[in-house]
């Protein structure tokens, strides 16, 4: 069972455009919220996070914000870049216990020149 | 510093064989962790370690043993492998341990697996 739900699939933009992934979660002890970037052939890469504080956190073009109460959080790419082209995992992390991952299904960008 | 290291990048194995994943890290994190990454599918914990002598079992951990014998080691074991573990696998790590931690896991570049 997903406990962290991510949309789209897929999503093809055009350079300069914004790109939008969205996740929602149930688990209200989720406690950190980050972003991974993975290329093809490479490991996730950490992006940019948000705790559930602050409604939204901004990272040069990347900007995650956050719905406490829908418990939903999405990323914004703003000015989208054929290099940002990648799959993007949105993830959960626990208030208590181990410093787990939970991850969503993922997103694959393609940013068309 | 090499990072987080894992040997081998591809591996192929015949039903019923067992390996041993390798994955080191150079950062002394005390926290290390074992994911599978499928399609559609995310990546899904398999066993995880908070420290050296330590481990507990993940969202998806049959099939798999792990120990933690030093804190720059966190082998993953297939006693017996199955085409279900056709998989890419990943390790991570991060300074902290406990829950709701800020620091950043690193990945390390994946272990592709086939299981025939």
């Known amino acids: 069972q997903q406990q962290v739900k991510q949309s789209p699939q897929s999503l093809i933009v055009q350079k300069g455009g914004i790109s939008i992934i969205n996740c929602a979660y149930e688990?209200?002890?989720?406690?950190?919220f980050p972003w991974y970037q993975q290329f093809p052939g490479k490991g996730p890469a950490l992006l940019i996070a948000?705790?559930?504080?602050?409604s939204e956190k901004k990272e040069g073009r990347f900007t995650i914000s956050f719905n406490k109460s829908a418990k939903q959080f999405s990323l914004h790419i703003m000015d989208s870049q054929p290099g940002d082209s990648a799959t993007y995992f949105c993830a959960a992390v626990p208030q208590t216990g181990a410093n787990n991952l939970f991850f969503g299904t993922g997103t694959r960008l393609t940013v068309i020149p | 510093n090499a990072g987080v290291t894992q040997t081998p990048k591809f591996q192929v194995l015949k039903t019923g064989q067992s390996m041993t994943l390798q994955c080191a890290q150079d950062m002394n994190h005390e926290y290390m962790s074992w994911y599978r990454q499928d399609p559609g599918m995310g990546l899904r914990l398999i066993h995880y370690?908070?420290?050296?002598?330590?481990?507990d079992q993940g969202e998806v951990p049959n099939g798999y043993n792990v120990s933690r014998s030093t804190t720059e080691d966190f082998p993953l074991r297939l006693l017996s492998a199955a085409p279900s573990q056709t998989s890419v696998y990943f390790c991570?790590?991060?300074?902290?341990?406990?829950?709701?931690?800020?620091?950043?896991?690193?990945f390390g570049p994946g272990t592709r697996l086939l299981v025939l």
């Open positions: 370690s908070v420290g050296a002598g330590i481990t």
């Open positions: 948000i705790r559930p504080d602050v």
């Open positions: 991570a790590s991060s300074y902290s341990s406990s829950g709701g931690a800020t620091e950043t896991q690193y």
């Open positions: 688990n209200t002890a989720f406690d950190y």
